[in-house]
Nanobody
Framework: QVQLVESGGGLVQAGGSLRLSCAAS????????MAWFRQAPGKEREFVAA????????SYADSVKGRFTISRDNARNTVSLQMNSLKPEDTAVYYC??????????????WGQGTQVTVSS
């Protein structure tokens, strides 16, 4: 059974940083893309960042470009999201996702349960 477990969320002041991590288990993820999405209260879930299996391709939402960095460790089946210069509008539940296809929209096969990020002004 595939499991994605996020960690690293919390409360931070505007301008601060957080690092989210997601550990995947339950199958072989060779060749799979990994991504982060987020969902703020009352809003639809939106794409944040994605990374290809080899890490040679990354994509970011315009709203986080230059502030967030996605990375992965294939030996440990983990994906991370370094979030700097956080803004109150970054407040959301953040989800990691995994799929065979590298994409920047929803449709990923496997999803975590989410971790809350709250940025105070």
């Amino acid at each position: 059974q595939v499991q994605l477990v996020e960690s690293g969320g919390g409360l931070v002041q505007a301008g601060g940083s957080l690092r989210l991590s997601c550990a995947a288990s339950g199958r072989t993820f060779w060749g799979y893309a990994m991504a982060w999405f987020r969902q703020a209260p009352g809003k639809e879930r939106e794409f944040v960042a994605a990374i290809s299996w080899g890490g040679d391709s990354t994509s970011y939402a315009d709203s986080v470009k230059g502030r967030f960095t996605i990375s992965r460790d294939n030996a440990r089946n983990t994906v991370s999201l370094q979030m700097n210069s956080l803004k109150p509008e970054d407040t959301a539940v953040y989800y990691c996702a995994v799929d065979r296809v590298y994409r920047t929209e929803s449709g990923y096969t496997y999803w975590g349960q989410g971790t809350q990020v709250t940025v105070s002004s």
